[in-house]
Nanobody
């Protein structure tokens, strides 16, 4: 029953915005560190952002810094990735990951496609 369900991907023009969601079921997301990853065609999966389970501090890859914002709503058991000023090179399948730092829990979402094209 432990599951992460992603949504919010789609086709958007360069300069546009999307907000991705990752909703957890079967566990409390507030106890997990959360990361967003992406995999572009022909490339390795890369980490782009993460947020802690303690103080909410966030980190970003240089490629998305200043354009993407990670956040969490523990009451809704959901993590978000707000993506602004999208570029064609942002085109990828986006995944979320939840890691229980002091336990064995580690879960991946199924991925959602983001395509940035005119």
């Amino acid at each position: 029953q432990v599951q992460l369900v992603e949504s919010g991907g789609g086709l958007v023009q360069p300069g546009g915005s999307l907000r991705l969601s990752c909703a957890a079921s079967g566990f409390a997301l507030g106890y997990f560190a959360i990361g967003w990853f992406r995999q572009a065609p022909g490339k390795e999966r890369e980490g782009i952002s993460c947020i802690s389970s303690s103080d909410g501090s966030a980190n970003y890859a240089d490629s998305v810094k200043g354009r993407f914002t990670i956040s969490r709503d523990n009451a809704k058991n959901t993590v978000y990735l707000q993506m602004n000023s999208l570029k064609p090179e942002d085109t990828a399948v986006y995944y979320c990951n939840a890691d229980e730092r002091y336990g064995p829990g580690n879960w991946w979402g199924q991925g959602t496609q983001v395509t940035v094209s005119s």
